[in-house]
């Protein structure tokens, strides 16, 4: 049962969620799209950190270069695959961990404080979803640090940044909801988390690609981040590279969930890379 104060800032987060939700700031203008288009000289843009190592350090300096302050409990929301070489283990989140003093973090669902029982947060789009369906325990915490990983766009998976926020913290309710709504109902589900966590200041994004090129990216902008993400997948196709499972509709729907994503005030997809190192 919860306490008297973990209602208190659901309650809270409920209410700021709400808000946030109801409110439609949109993003003015384009210059340098992420798709190389060129456009009017009036862009609010985002920056998507890049590094070409993936390592602990290197997980830690993009996190660091979000200029994230952290504060009280922190989760960390990670998606890995069954594949022993998988780009992210739990070893790699453990030493992000040491490196940034955290002594309160749960690394997955079943760790949390009621793990398994289900909550329901507003959403800016009920044509999409009513609700979005996630798990209790993310009302005991205060930040959440999503580390997702770039192994493959299939006809199942979308991939990206997006799912991962939406699905990945999604209960079974919640997943079927976007299941049946598709790549729209998976940017609404990603809309909500995002606005629940103080419209984005008490969360972090990151996505392994772990390439030559592209080790780590980071990004404020969930949006900015999948289209970073994308457009460096679709250079990899074009290049002939066949060590990842690419599949034409899963990258449509990715596509898909991006657009609808911008649409509803979530980011940008106008993005500017910096490469740390």
């Keep these: 049962m919860a306490s008297m104060n973990s209602m208190k800032i659901r309650f809270c987060r409920c209410a700021v969620a709400l808000v946030i939700a109801c409110s439609f700031m949109a993003c003015k203008g384009r210059s340098k799209s992420g798709d190389g288009k060129d456009a009017a000289a009036t862009t609010v843009s985002s920056i998507v950190y890049a590094t070409t190592q993936v390592t602990p350090e290197a997980l830690k300096d993009v996190f660091e270069a979000l200029d994230k302050k952290l ?15 998988a780009l992210l283990n739990l070893e790699l989140l453990k030493c992000l961990a040491q490196k940034l003093n955290l002594d309160s973090t749960v690394f997955n669902h079943s760790n949390a404080a009621d793990a398994y029982s289900e909550m329901k947060i507003p959403v800016c789009d009920t044509t999409a979803i009513s609700h979005h369906f996630v798990y209790q325990f993310l009302a005991y915490y205060d930040f959440l640090i999503n580390i997702g990983s770039i192994d493959r766009y299939s006809n199942e998976e979308i991939g990206g940044i997006l799912q991962m926020i939406s699905s990945g913290m999604a209960t079974d309710h919640g997943k079927t909801a976007i299941r049946e709504g598709g790549p729209r109902a998976m940017a609404v589900a990603a809309k909500a988390v995002h606005d629940y966590y103080l419209g984005g200041m008490q969360i972090a994004y990151i996505m392994i690609m772990g390439d030559k090129e592209y080790g780590i990216l980071a990004s404020e902008d969930p949006v900015a981040l999948d289209q970073a993400c994308l457009d460096i997948v679709r250079s990899q196709i074009q290049s002939g590279d066949t060590t990842r499972v690419y599949e034409a509709e899963g990258l449509k729907r990715a596509e898909e969930a991006i657009e609808w994503a911008e649409k509803i005030n979530l980011g940008c997809k106008t993005y500017q890379l910096e490469c740390l190192y």
């Design 71 to 85: 504060e009280g409990k922190v989760f960390v929301n990670f998606s890995t695959s069954d594949d022993e070489n």
